[in-house]
């Protein structure tokens, strides 16, 4: 199976959607999702088309949205851009 990449995102919608996700979790109370969710949350990355594993020295990127998906999936404020979780 091809994984997708997002070639359309440029260094700033990065730091942007960073900045948002991680604005919105402090904001938020800095809550982690619980571990049931995890789970659910990284089987679903590890079978989707726009995950890479090998990104971030192996803890895994979000091609759609350029998140590393290991920070993104603990962050009980987060969404899959592709409203998978």
Known sequence: MQKEKNDNLSVFDKIK???SSLNNWVNNGIKKTSDENINIR???C?????WDSE???KSGKCNKCG???WFKIRMDTEKCPLGKW
């Open 67 to 69: 998140c590393n998906t």
């Open 17 to 19: 959607s960073v900045s």
């Open 42 to 44: 990284t089987n679903i």
């Open 55 to 57: 990104a971030f020295n």
């Open 46 to 50: 590890n079978v989707c088309d726009f």
